[in-house]
Nanobody, 123 residues
Framework: QVQLVESGGGLVQAGGSLRLSCAASGRTSRRYAMGWFRQAPGKERESVAAISGTAATIYADSVKGRFTVSRDSAKDTVYLQMNSLKPDDTAVYYC?????????????????WGQGTQVTVSS
């Protein structure tokens, strides 16, 4: 079993930055693909970014150029650097992992999920 714990959420003004972290523990593999997803109140969960076992990255169009996903395999931690934040970025952010090498932006392809961390962007 794999446990994922997100941290780093909070309240920030529009235009500001936050860095989310996702620490993995348990039967982890440094080759697992990891993803970030978010869900705003009253909306469906949507993809944000994902990173493969070799650190190849993919992004949702809504965050391209503003968000950066990265991983530190030695620490079993994945990061989401969020810059130029907008009120529309307000949501609970979840990290997810899957026991496959390739990254994916499809949430149903992920096996392990964290509990989420709240990000609120004020205008």
């Amino acid at each position: 079993q794999v446990q994922l714990v997100e941290s780093g959420g909070g309240l920030v003004q529009a235009g500001g930055s936050l860095r989310l972290s996702c620490a993995a523990s348990g039967r982890t593999s440094r080759r697992y693909a990891m993803g970030w997803f978010r869900q705003a109140p009253g909306k469906e969960r949507e993809s944000v970014a994902a990173i493969s076992g070799t650190a190849a990255t993919i992004y949702a169009d809504s965050v391209k150029g503003r968000f950066t996903v990265s991983r530190d395999s030695a620490k079993d931690t994945v990061y989401l650097q969020m810059n130029s934040l907008k009120p529309d970025d307000t949501a609970v952010y979840y990290c997810a992992g899957r026991p496959l090498f390739a990254a994916s932006l499809r949430d149903y392809e992920y096996t392990y999920w964290g509990q989420g961390t709240q990000v609120t962007v004020s205008s």
